[in-house]
């Protein structure tokens, strides 16, 4: 069985379904015993949705931005 810290080093690769069947279902078995490793894999995966809607967001105001941005280039250009 796995232990609390094999289960924290393997959290990322367990979240992104990149560890082979035995791995897996040692993890499972490990986060049905232990609540504390629950609640961080919990964590970790909140954090990780987080970042990735932040950086969602960032991407659409930096288009935002370009977008305003040749509007006003646009405008600069048809001022006599």
Partial sequence: ML???????????????????RTRLGMRLHLFM?????????????TVRTLSLLGERRQASEQEIESTLETL????????
């Fill in 3 to 21: 232990s609390c810290k094999d289960v924290t080093e393997k959290a990322s690769d367990y979240l992104d379904h990149k560890l082979p069947l």
């Fill in 34 to 46: 232990c609540v504390r490793c629950r609640q961080y894999l919990h964590q970790l995966h909140t």
């Fill in 73 to 80: 280039r646009h405008k600069d250009k048809q001022q006599p």
